[in-house]
């Protein structure tokens, strides 16, 4: 089996493992006892925040812990919205092409009064800095723009996006659930105001999360029922998931210039590969994109059923964002960048980790290129196409 869907999840690293069952067995106390066991408990707990903070930049207050990259997204954005409200700023910007969690709870506030200004994302996957700053009003409270996105991997220009809003004195979240763990993140050198991560998209477990709040941003609790995380997030902390994830990206964080570059030749070969077959596209850009993520559409087929013939082949892959693999709908990302319906149904999302090798690699490129060509050899779209009833649109 070759595993490329990890934008979805990936395995947890046996470090992770290891920390989460000794912590399951050893520390299991409440941490918010005041007796020893408990109080040991609260070290671990601690202990994670400390090290959370120290890899992305911030002060360990600055890190509550959440159930993940969602929850953490949505009381972020909440958050910023009910201070601008009482400040008399109800204008949010943002992307046509963030993930749901994020476009969702905009939809949210907007049936509460919000204006919400989505800026175009170009057909290289990526937001122009100065569209955004065009975009600020005096009465613009939050901007929010992800890090690095879920489907087809196109990098931000975060740091450029982050000094505009210091510059606006505007409030900047980032959706950093792909880039955490996988490239470079400082929320001061960045300058972000609000950080959302997910441990189970670098190699720790399901179900838990951080949001970084710099110091001095009230946050609004989401969850009410008890005091945990200073009162920002009510619910006995889950630190066996806590203490794993801070293990997995402990264990990631030093090298992962190293394994960014391991990724960036398999992803190029992938992508070089794959351009060989007829009337397909990569989307966003070729370069500035993770070093995990291979994103291609190809015309004249349905995503669902090539998905399908590669699993068959034992290759795992998505067509898009697992959040809404059940959706008829072509993805709002492609479409974003200005994939036509038709094209968009026939996308491909390979996201690679570590394991890969190089004999995996052109298994994948082999395997798709023979699926293709038997989906579009009974499909009545590439037949008009061909004979040229239709126009190529790729």
Same mark, same amino acid.
């Given at each position: ?75 972020? #954005? ?49 937001? #122009? ?7 600020? %009003?005096?009465?613009t409270c939050l ?19 982050? %000094?505009?809003? %210091? ?31 997910? &441990? ?54 030093? %090298? ?8 960036? +030749? ?8 794959? +351009? ?42 998505s067509s898009g964002?697992a959040c809404t ?10 479409? &974003? ?18 394991? #890969? ?38």
């Open positions: 089996m070759i595993y490329a869907d990890n934008a979805a999840t990936t395995k947890m690293s046996e470090t992770a493992v290891k920390t989460m069952v000794s912590v399951i067995n050893d520390d299991y106390g409440n941490p918010s006892s005041l007796y020893g066991f408990g109080q040991r408990a609260k070290e671990v707990l601690e202990s994670a925040r400390d090290d959370i903070a120290g890899i992305i930049g911030a002060d360990p207050r600055e890190i509550i812990f959440t159930s993940g990259g969602s929850e953490a997204d949505n009381q972020a #954005i909440l958050s910023a919205a009910q201070l601008g409200k009482k400040n008399g700023k109800m204008h949010i910007v943002s992307s046509a092409f963030e993930h749901h969690a994020v476009l969702h709870t905009l939809d949210k506030l907007k049936k509460e009064g919000f204006d919400i200004t989505l800026v175009d994302v170009h057909e290289n996957g990526l937001v #122009i800095p100065t569209e955004i700053e065009k975009a600020i %009003r005096k009465d901007v929010t723009i992800m890090f690095a996105n879920n489907e087809i991997g196109t990098i931000q220009p975060i740091r450029e996006i982050g %000094r505009i809003c %210091r510059d606006k004195k505007v409030l900047f979240h980032t959706d950093a659930v792909q880039a955490i763990g996988h490239i470079p993140v400082n929320v001061n050198d960045d300058n972000i105001d609000l950080l959302s991560a997910s &441990a189970h998209k670098f190699h720790g477990p399901k179900g838990v999360g951080f949001l970084y709040a710099k110091k001095g941003i009230k946050l609004s609790s989401l969850i009410a029922g008890g005091a945990q995380e200073r009162g920002l997030r009510a619910g006995t902390e889950n630190v066996p998931g806590i203490a794993a994830m801070a293990a997995a990206l402990k264990e990631a964080a030093p %090298r992962i210039n190293e394994t960014a570059a391991y990724l960036a +030749k398999k992803r190029d070969r992938l992508i070089a590969g794959l +351009k060989e077959i007829p009337h397909c596209a990569v989307n966003g850009d070729e370069k500035n994109r993770l070093p995990s993520n291979v994103n291609f559409c190809f015309e004249g087929i349905e995503g669902e059923s090539l998905l399908l013939l590669l699993d068959d082949k034992g290759i795992q892959a964002s693999s059940g959706s008829l709908d072509p993805s709002h990302v492609l479409l &974003a960048i200005g994939r036509v319906h038709d094209v968009a149904h026939g996308s491909l999302r390979l996201s690679i980790g570590e394991d #890969i090798s190089d004999e995996d690699v052109e298994y994948i490129i082999s395997s798709v290129k023979e699926v293709v060509t038997y989906l579009r050899s009974f499909s009545p779209i590439w037949r008009d196409l061909e004979a040229g009833l239709k126009e190529h649109i790729l």
